[in-house]
């Protein structure tokens, strides 16, 4: 994403809140590390809080899936990390 790149933290936050992936690589890497690269240590950091957001809503929402399930009555196989 260029606007990581380039530092546009408006523009990034805009791309984000549209629904932008910022995982996704291209030739350089993710968004993340071009802005790194680049020395825009606030666009990296607003790249990780959004994926950190990102990673705790859908954890949030398979929980939520798996509690509707099984009140439901439903049986449903958890897979969960291994410690």
Do not use: I, N
């Amino acid at each position: 994403m260029a606007a990581a790149g380039k530092g546009r933290l408006h523009e990034l936050s805009m791309l984000l809140a549209a629904g932008a992936k910022p995982e996704l690589h291209s030739k350089g890497g993710t968004a993340r590390e071009w802005a790194l690269r680049f020395g825009h240590t606030e666009a990296a950091e607003m790249l990780q809080l959004h994926e950190e957001a990102a990673e705790a809503a859908d954890a949030a929402a398979g929980g939520a899936v798996a509690l509707s399930h099984y009140q439901a009555g439903g049986h449903m196989q958890l897979c969960l990390p291994e410690v």
